[in-house]
């Protein structure tokens, strides 16, 4: 597939012009935030599956059943999560891609902090898009721990319900973005995303 340079220069612009209105949605929408937030006074270790399941459906606005079956498969691999992020991003590819977000990290012990992200991606890859991300995170001690690389995990990409999942890991944290949204995007890529207090625009 061939690209006109009025193309790759039409995306790369509108990645760039897009974070003030995709990025953020889950402020403008109070409506959007998940309910399962922990009780102040309560101390917890983890989410359960009825808990994520209500959350997802909540921020997607997708039916329980959907969102069983993606946290379902998540579950099963991983466990129960130590913390979830709901937030937004945009990205674009010509091969070579770039993805930004932003959204609010919330830990089961009722601890929360907002972060950014960015990163590369490299593959058979094309197009642009603007989606929620509801991300799982596991084995992760403190809120700090967050603000570092992630790289992706091969062969851990699939789709459920309409929903696409894959697996980060730095260590023995892993997240498990969940991603649903409008817009062109082509094959299969890898890369990292890093996770940051402040919004970055460099992707390195």
């Known amino acids: 597939m061939r690209f006109r340079p009025a193309i790759v220069f039409g995306l790369l612009l509108l990645l760039f012009l897009t974070p003030a209105v ?13 309910q399962a937030t922990a009780q102040p006074n309560q101390q917890r270790s983890s989410f359960d599956r009825r ?10 606005g997708v039916t329980s059943e959907a969102a069983g079956s993606v946290v379902e498969r ?18 674009a590819a010509i091969v070579v891609g770039l993805r930004y977000g932003q959204g609010i990290l919330q830990m ?14 490299v593959g058979w890859d094309a197009g642009g898009n603007g989606s929620k991300v509801f991300t799982l995170v596991y084995n992760m001690q403190n809120i700090e721990q967050i603000y570092q690389r992630f790289p992706g995990v091969e062969g851990t990409a ?13 260590d023995t944290i892993t997240l498990a973005p969940v991603r ?3 817009g062109l ?9 890093a996770y940051s207090k402040k919004r970055r625009f460099i992707p390195l």
């Open 74 to 91: 998540v579950f099963r691999d991983l466990g129960q999560p130590v913390g979830y992020i709901y937030g937004s991003e945009a990205s």
């Open 180 to 182: 649903t949204g409008v």
């Open 51 to 60: 808990e994520i399941t209500s959350a997802m459906s909540d921020y997607f």
């Open 108 to 121: 089961a012990d009722g601890s929360q902090t907002k972060v950014f992200w960015r990163g590369p991606s």
């Open 22 to 34: 995709v990025l953020n949605r889950a402020e403008a929408d109070p409506q959007a935030e998940p």
């Open 158 to 170: 699939y789709l459920v319900a309409g929903m696409g999942v894959n697996y980060q890991r730095s």
């Open 185 to 193: 995007r082509l094959g299969a890529n890898v890369g990292y995303l």
